[in-house]
């Protein structure tokens, strides 16, 4: 059974930092993307990274260039999401997910097929 595990979401004052991670199971993804998503309460959810199989290929959505990093540990099978500099706008559910074309560096969600539970952010205006 795959699975992906989020971990490390919180409260965290304006300003502050926080490093998710996202652990995947029951198969390797060294030849996916993973990307993180975020849903905030009554929107969509959006895009917010995603870094390539091999790592050298990472992008991101506008507002979080320069304050967020993307990563990832094949040997681990695991992907972080380090956010810096957080801002109340930042809140929100944040997914990870593995991209379903090998080699392929998707930002569009319908592209990926396994898909964590989710961690909460929260950042107080």
């Known amino acids: 059974q795959v699975q992906l595990i989020e971990s490390g979401g919180g409260l965290v004052q304006a300003g502050g930092s926080l490093r998710l991670s996202c652990a995947a199971s029951?198969?390797?993804?060294?030849?996916?993307?993973m990307g993180w998503f975020r849903q905030a309460p009554g929107l969509e959810r959006e895009f917010v990274a995603v870094?390539?199989?091999?790592?050298?290929?990472?992008y991101y959505r506008d507002s979080v260039k320069g304050r967020f990093t993307i990563s990832r540990d094949n040997s681990e099978n695991t992907v972080y999401l380090q956010m810096n500099s957080l801002k109340p706008e930042d809140t929100g559910v944040y997914y990870c997910?593995?991209?379903?074309?090998?080699?392929?560096?998707?930002?569009?969600?319908?592209?990926?097929?396994?898909w964590g539970q989710g961690a909460q952010v929260t950042v107080p205006s």
């Open positions: 997910a593995a991209s379903a074309r090998e080699y392929y560096t998707d930002t569009v969600a319908r592209t990926y097929n396994y």
């Open positions: 029951g198969r390797p993804f060294s030849r996916n993307a």
């Open positions: 870094i390539s199989w091999s790592g050298g290929i990472t």
